[in-house]
Every structure is written in structure tokens, then in C-alpha cells.
């Protein structure tokens, strides 16, 4: 049995000088009650714990440890850079290496912004999508998530969901009445928000494979649909790969799902575990960015040298061998499988939505595509299976409303390990 005494004692001291106790609120383990783990250290795909417990790791610091934690060409990197000093306010070649490096991964690339967080990024591209078409409004889905900034938490995913928020105090109509919502995969609904504001819509902005409602795939046609709307509409389609960049293949999404962007939005993977975030696109587009244009973006550690090293170390690595992700997807199908076989075993409804390295175990008999069908799966199974499997040294997102994320450090046996302990859990959930 596992001891958290160190992580409790933590915990009290954190709610007294951090509200909640903690940095981002889904870390809290509100919605699936306990005290959060404080971590120590971690190394591949494990975590260490304050109190020294080891956790097979399913977050992977939700999403950029893609190749496990601690991997040594990014180590190296930032102690290298390090010595050079953190930051210089002025340009660097790193930036301008950091850049290519993304355009020669990624499609429909031709300029690069970098910024500190997928936040920045997303507010950051509407606004330039705004600067760019002279039009207000946007379409987001209901479960997405884009980062907190004002006119993104309207039926937001990841912690607004999971915490039920339905409206965000400190939130002015002002900003959020610009924000239309669709259903995730409902193309219709779209086509009738688009009809009803007429050459009022600057922007499409979406997940391609949301992961923020859990893991919700893109039905045949849906981002199809969408990318011909944005082009007859003049409209500019943000594809958020935030999640999905450099995760899914070298190229996110645009290249696995072979969909075209006007504007890209990445995070995550970007920086190795170091606030980064970047958008990017189309020479036109991006053109419309202050200093060349006048949308005004800014930021005194954008471009931040250590963070440059560190994502453009993990970057090259991908680059240079894409077999590391039909390694994830080889992965991530035999823990599917194995969990299914489980959950079938025992009679437990679920729908488990994958792909590549993301996946969500969905405790509900109805497929799921899209925020309605994802809150109806139900929470409390989701509740024991979570607290089962930490019990049993298995690190899955504390909500039900996240993807998990695999690593490539990930062993079949660290696969065989989630599976049993998924078993004695169900088992124990069934009794
Ligand atoms: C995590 C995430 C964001 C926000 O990124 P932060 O770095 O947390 O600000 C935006 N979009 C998507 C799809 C995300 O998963």
C-alpha cells in the first residue's frame, strides 16, 4: 500500500499559500477527490513521488514528454545553454534555426511566431485572424479547449469542463459575445452559424483531434467541411494542435489527418516541458503580425533560449526518426486492446477513442462524438478506475474530460503493468 504522507503534508502547506494549492486547477484531483501528488523527480516513463512511490506515467506532463522524462539530448541541451545565460531580450540564432526546423516538419508553414504558452498562441492567432479578414467573430466547439484567455471559456473543455464551470466570473459579455459555438463534429451546425452571421466570422479555430472533452476523433468529412466553409467564406481555419503537433506525426494533425490549415497553433511537444508555444502559417497571414503589419503581439522571453534548445533537441530527435511514432501508435493499440479485452471481460460499458498516442477510456455505451455523448460517460466508474490504477502505481489524468498521453519510454511490460492493474481494479470496482 502506498503512502502519501509527504504529498498531504504538501497539500496543507500549498492551500495556505496557493489558491487550491495548486498552479493549474485540474492538477487539484478535485473532480476525482484524494490529495494530489507531489511530485519528486521522474525519469522515462515514470514519476517519483514525495514520498519516493513510482507512477507509470499516462500524462507525460499532458503531452510534452512524448519520448519520456528527463531524455538526455534535452538535458544536455539546457545545461549547455544555461552556461550561456537564460535570456538576452535580442535575437538569437536559435530562433531562426528553430523556425526552419518547424517549417521543414510541418505543412502549409511558411512563418513562425514564438510564444510561452498554447494560451498565448490561441489568443494570438484570433487576433490575428481578426487583424487579417476585418471581421470579429469566431467559431469554436463545445469541449475544445484553447488555453484560458476571455473569449476561449465559453463551453470550454479540460478543467471548465471538468469542473462543471458554466460561466466564467471575470468574463464580460464584451468578450465573449464574439464567440459563436458549434457541437463538435456537426458540420450543420457550422454551416448555420455561418449563415446567420454572414460575413461576420473571422475564423474557424479547432481541435483536429480534441483532447480536452478526453480523446474525441474527427468524424469522415467534418474537417473537410470545415477547411471548404473557411475557404468560401473567407474565413481563416486555426487548426489548434496545441496537443496534436509534433504528437501525432512530425506534421500534428495536418499531416496525419492530411487536412490543410490557414493558421497553426502549436504548444506541448514544442518545448520539451519548457513554457513554449508557437502559431504559424500562411506568408499572407502571418505577415499581418507587428513588426511587418500592425497586429501588435509581443513578448520579453518569447523565443526564450532555453526553451529553444530544449524543444528543438526533441524536435530533431522526431525528425530524425519518425519510426518513434509508429512505435507510440504500435503502443498505445496494445494497451487499447488489452483494456478492452478487460472492460468486455467484465461486462464494464465503455468506448475507448484513440489515436496515435492519444487515448481516453470512455465509461459509457454510447460511441462518443462530442462534448454531449463525452459528459454523459459516467464519472463516478471513471472516479474508482483513476483511483484504482494510482493505487496500483498507474498515473492517468485526473479527470475524465482529458486524453492520455503516451511516451516512447514506455515498455510492453510498463503496458502489461497498466493492464493488470486495470483488472484488479475493475475486479475491485465490480465487488
Ligand atoms: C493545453 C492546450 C492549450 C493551452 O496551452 P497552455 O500552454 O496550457 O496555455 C490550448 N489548446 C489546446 C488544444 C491544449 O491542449
Known amino acids: 500500500m502506498y503512502e502519501y504522507t509527504s504529498s498531504k503534508s504538501l497539500f496543507e502547506r500549498a492551500q495556505q499559500s496557493i489558491p487550491g494549492g495548486v498552479n493549474s486547477p485540474v492538477r487539484a484531483f478535485k473532480s476525482v477527490g484524494g490529495t494530489p501528488l507531489f511530485i519528486e523527480k521522474a525519469e522515462g516513463a515514470y514519476l517519483y513521488d514525495a514520498d519516493g512511490n513510482r507512477y507509470v506515467d499516462y500524462i507525460a506532463s499532458w503531452g510534452p514528454m512524448i519520448l519520456g522524462h528527463a531524455y538526455r539530448p534535452v538535458i544536455e541541451a539546457i545545461k549547455k545553454q544555461a552556461e550561456k545565460s537564460t535570456s538576452f531580450g535580442a535575437p538569437t540564432a536559435l530562433e531562426v534555426e528553430m523556425a526552419e526546423l518547424i517549417r521543414s516538419m510541418t505543412p502549409n508553414i511558411d512563418q513562425v511566431r514564438m510564444v510561452n504558452s498554447g494560451t498565448e498562441a490561441c489568443m494570438s ?6 487583424g487579417y479578414t476585418g471581421k470579429n467573430k469566431f467559431i469554436k466547439f463545445e469541449g475544445c479547449y484553447h488555453g484560458h484567455a476571455d473569449m476561449f471559456l465559453v463551453k470550454a473543455g479540460s478543467g471548465v469542463a471538468t469542473f462543471g464551470i458554466q460561466e466564467v466570473p471575470g468574463v464580460t459579455k464584451g468578450a465573449s459575445q464574439d464567440t459563436l459555438v458549434a457541437p463538435y463534429n456537426d458540420l450543420e451546425a457550422v454551416k448555420q452559424l455561418v449563415a446567420d452571421h454572414k460575413n461576420e466570422i473571422a475564423a474557424i479555430i479547432i481541435e483536429p483531434v480534441a483532447g480536452n472533452m478526453g480523446c474525441v476523433l474527427p468524424e469522415k468529412g467534418f474537417l473537410e467541411g470545415l477547411r471548404k466553409v473557411c475557404t468560401q467564406e473567407n474565413m481563416v481555419l486555426i487548426l489548434d494542435e496545441v496537443m496534436t503537433g509534433f504528437r501525432l506525426a512530425k506534421g500534428g494533425a495536418q499531416e496525419k489527418l492530411k487536412i490543410d490549415a490557414d493558421l497553426v497553433t502549436y504548444g506541448k511537444v514544442i518545448g520539451a516541458g519548457l513554457p513554449v508555444g508557437a502559431f504559424a502559417g500562411r506568408r499572407e497571414i502571418m505577415q499581418h503580425i507587428s513588426p511587418v503589419g500592425n497586429v501588435y503581439q509581443a513578448g520579453t522571453l518569447s523565443g526564450n533560449p532555453l526553451a529553444m534548445s530544449a524543444g ?67 464519472g463516478e466508474t471513471f472516479k474508482k478506475f483513476f483511483h484504482g490504477l494510482l493505487k496500483r502505481g498507474v498515473y492517468l489524468p485526473p479527470s475524465a474530460f482529458e486524453s492520455w498521453f503516451l511516451n516512447n519510454a514506455l515498455t510492453y511490460d510498463d503496458l502489461d503493468f497498466t493492464i493488470n492493474a486495470a483488472a484488479e481494479t475493475c475486479r475491485e470496482i465490480l465487488n
Open 312 to 378: 528543438m533537441a526533441l524536435l530533431k530527435e522526431l525528425n530524425a526518426h519518425p519510426e518513434h511514432y509508429s512505435e507510440l501508435e504500435a503502443k498505445t493499440t496494445y494497451l487499447r486492446t488489452g483494456l478492452e479485452k478487460v472492460l468486455a471481460g467484465m461486462g464494464i460499458d465503455h468506448k475507448i477513442n484513440h489515436l496515435g498516442s492519444m487515448i481516453t477510456v470512455f465509461f459509457s455505451k454510447a460511441p462518443v462524438t462530442d462534448f454531449a455523448s463525452a459528459a454523459a460517460a459516467c
Open 125 to 130: 492567432a484570433i487576433r490575428l485572424a481578426r
